[in-house]
């Protein structure tokens, strides 16, 4: 059997009787890209970013809604918590209600979430530049290394000086 793939007709991963086809050349040619791509540091640092990311973000959650919230309400002067803010569309007893205070405190949410990564990634960089900085000054400060002429130019060179004798 033959199929059309990535790379034109290839045959079947399923070796013929009596082939001494090896197992490991039965897995398709993705399985070991796929692999590879998985392995790589950034996936992996990446897939830590979003775990830490999301144990932060219950962090702030809280912090916005157990801290915030209710001490934004007593400055206020509103007895209850500001997250149950709500207003009814009509005096019906199943009315639609909008609840702003719960937008509110998402909108906190979201905006000690988006400083937090924003001062981070600033000073990441600011570190990345002082350190590119710090390889630049040493590199300039180095002496260049001295120019190793090739061998065969030396011998050319012993060559040409023997011819002059």
Known sequence: MHRVGRKGLQK??????????????????????FKDFALKGNVVDMAIGVIIGGAFGKIV?????????????????????LAELSYALSEAKDAPVIKYGAFCQTVLDFLIIALTIFFTIRMICALKAKFKKQEEEKAATAEPAPVVTPEEILLLREIRDSLKK
Do not use: Q, R
């Open 12 to 33: 079947d991963l399923i070796p013929h009787p009596g082939s001494d086809m090896n197992i490991s050349k039965l897995k398709p040619a993705w399985i070991k890209e």
């Open 61 to 81: 959650t809280s912090l916005v809604k157990d801290i915030i919230m209710p001490s934004f309400s007593m400055i206020t002067g509103g007895s209850k918590n």
